[in-house]
């Protein structure tokens, strides 16, 4: 492998590739720093995504802790994915968050709503 290619990476050769182009918009870097102050560890992760019209989300991961840094970027395959779980969690949180109220009311003896009837007057 010659000192070329080993200068730029996946990871480089994608944003490269992304920046300047007409149909792509991006928003700027979020950093998060994770700390375990127990153990008295953090981890830090710089997220950016990029989107290109026509193609997805490309998702640029940067993680530093003390083993070292780590570069990634998740294609738009990945970012769906990850995009599609998360709201089908949030549809499961939802719907069992229903399931419970619906339990406790008629543990209090209430009617369901389509089942109370309108008194005419």
Do not use: C, N, W
Not at 103 to 109: D, V
């Amino acid at each position: 492998m010659s000192e070329d290619t080993k200068a730029f990476d996946t990871y480089d050769r994608q944003i490269g590739a992304l920046k300047g182009l007409p149909d792509v918009i991006e928003v700027k870097p979020s950093t998060v720093r994770v700390s375990i102050p127990l153990l008295g560890l953090s981890q830090t992760f710089i997220v950016q995504t990029v989107r290109q019209r026509e193609v997805g989300d490309h998702v640029f991961l940067e993680t530093v802790s003390r083993d070292g840094a780590i570069r990634i970027v998740l294609p738009p395959q990945v970012a769906d994915a990850i995009a599609r779980q998360r709201d089908a969690l949030s549809a499961k949180s939802r719907s069992k968050a229903a399931k419970t109220l619906a339990q406790e009311r008629k543990a209090r003896g209430e009617l369901p709503a389509f089942l109370k009837r309108k008194k005419s007057e």
